[in-house]
């Protein structure tokens, strides 16, 4: 994968570890919020290629982590 496909994929796409990343929340905390906010992960034509998720339906819980770390 070339430098351009990377950018295009964490554009368009995140995974709890990448999250943990830009968030420096634990990957339990992350996996969690994602559960309780009901954040369902991408299932292209109910594939399971699992723990992705589309970059905007986890961005409320990215602001959330976030505001949870400045506290």
Not at 4 to 15: G, K, L, N
Not at 39 to 63: I, S
Request: hydrophobic share 40%; aromatic share 6%; glycine share 6%.
């Amino acid at each position: 994968m070339s430098r351009d496909d990377i950018a295009a994929f964490e554009a368009s796409y995140t995974t709890p570890s990448m999250l943990s990343a830009e968030t420096g929340a634990h990957l339990n905390t992350i996996r969690a919020v994602l559960q309780s906010e009901r954040v369902q992960p991408f299932r292209p034509n109910g594939l399971d290629v699992g723990p992705v998720y589309l970059r905007n339906a986890v961005e409320p819980v990215v602001a959330l982590l976030k505001s949870q770390r400045g506290k």
